[in-house]
């Protein structure tokens, strides 16, 4: 079993940033690939960034491209969301997630095997 938790959300002003990061402890691997959803009251689960276990390859949905940046340190086995230019739009819960690699979409939240319990991001403008 892998436990994912994740921190750094908080509240902030329009035009501000946050770092997000998600620690995976238990029978965590660094082969896993990890990626980040969020989610606002009344919505679905939507998908924000994604990176492959190598580090080699990320994917973005196209709201957060030139602003939100994902990276990991597997060595740490944390992953982060790094969010710029935050707009009152970002405001949602974030949520940290990682699978076994396999050939599918980075950006459908059921193709992950774990799950972070979520972490609030406020924007206020």
């Known amino acids: 079993q892998v436990h994912l938790v994740e921190s750094g959300g908080g509240s902030v002003q329009a035009g501000g940033s946050l770092r997000l990061s998600c620690v995976a402890s238990g029978q965590m691997r660094s082969t896993y690939d990890m990626g980040w959803f969020r989610q606002t009251p009344g919505n679905e689960r939507e998908f924000v960034a994604a990176i492959t276990w190598s580090g080699s390859s990320t994917e973005y949905a196209d709201f957060v491209k030139g602003r939100f940046t994902i990276s990991r340190d597997s060595a740490k086995n944390t992953e982060y969301l790094q969010m710029n230019s935050l707009r009152p739009e970002d405001t949602a819960i974030y949520y940290c997630?990682?699978?076994?690699?396999?050939?599918?979409?980075?950006?459908?939240?059921?193709?992950?095997?774990?799950y972070g319990q979520g972490t609030q991001v406020t924007v206020s403008s």
């Open positions: 997630t990682a699978r076994f690699p396999k050939y599918s979409a980075f950006s459908d939240y059921g193709n992950y095997d774990y």
